[in-house]
């Protein structure tokens, strides 16, 4: 079975703090896929990031970066230089590989809350 | 230019009265799925079509069905909504292929409530 844990439920920073958010997943496949999700207060989950469970190199793009550890079996997602902007839910997430389609296992998700 | 488009953005229905959420794409992607995701939880996979190909999850209750009359639309059908039914109700899409597949698009959704 599949299972994604976010252990944080809620964290506050002060703008331009950075903040990582925390995420472990357990699986039985030898393939998959992780996810981050960011899902504002108008309701939709934008998409952030696919990782390969073969690709463990680690990636930037912008203020974002995510640091993917198949040993540890952890994808955390760190935002530098948080802003106000950034407030919303993330959700990690899981899916089998090579199925066609995407059966998406979410974690709990993180409420990331981020004041001037 | 929203790709998944959800409609209605809230809907209120009455206890036990059938009720349809629909969903359209512009994205032609093959695969579409509908999600429920409760107040402060997890988003959690109701059924999703392969093309044509209907899939169900096991522990999805009888009482919600879909329909997918062509590629663009989906529709979710709750035949006799319980108050435990309220929820935001999110559709999605994905190419999904043999060799390569996207990751899901997702609408807006659409926040049902139940009186």
């Known amino acids: 079975a599949q299972k994604v844990t976010q252990a944080q439920t809620e964290i506050s920073v002060v703008e331009k703090e950075d903040v990582t958010l925390d995420c472990v997943y357990e699986?039985?496949?030898?393939?998959?896929?992780l996810f981050w999700y960011k899902q504002p207060p108008s309701g939709e989950l934008v998409f952030l990031i696919r990782r390969n469970s073969f690709d463990e190199q680690n990636e930037i793009s912008g203020r974002y970066s995510w640091n993917f550890q198949k040993s540890t079996s952890s994808f955390n997602f760190t935002i530098t230089a948080s802003q106000v902007v950034d407030s919303a839910v993330y959700f990690c997430a899981l899916s089998e590989m090579n199925t066609g389609f995407q059966k998406l296992v979410f974690g709990t998700g993180t409420r990331l809350l981020v004041s001037p | 230019d929203a790709m998944v488009i959800q409609n209605p953005r809230y809907q209120v229905t009455q206890f036990g009265k059938p009720v349809t959420l629909s969903c359209s794409q512009t994205?032609?992607?093959?695969?579409m799925y509908w999600y429920q995701q409760k107040s402060s939880q997890a988003p959690k996979l109701l059924f999703h079509y392969y093309d044509k190909d209907f899939n169900n999850e096991a522990d999805t209750p009888d009482n919600f069905q879909s329909r997918r009359p062509n590629t663009s639309f989906c529709f979710l059908d709750i035949r006799s909504p319980g108050l435990g039914d309220a929820a935001m109700y999110l559709c999605?899409?994905?190419?999904?292929?043999?060799?390569?597949?996207?990751?899901?698009?997702f609408g807006q959704g659409t926040r049902l409530t139940v009186v």
């Open positions: 699986t039985r496949d030898t393939t998959y896929y």
């Open positions: 994205l032609n992607h093959n695969v």
């Open positions: 999605a899409t994905s190419y999904g292929g043999r060799a390569t597949n996207t990751e899901a698009f």
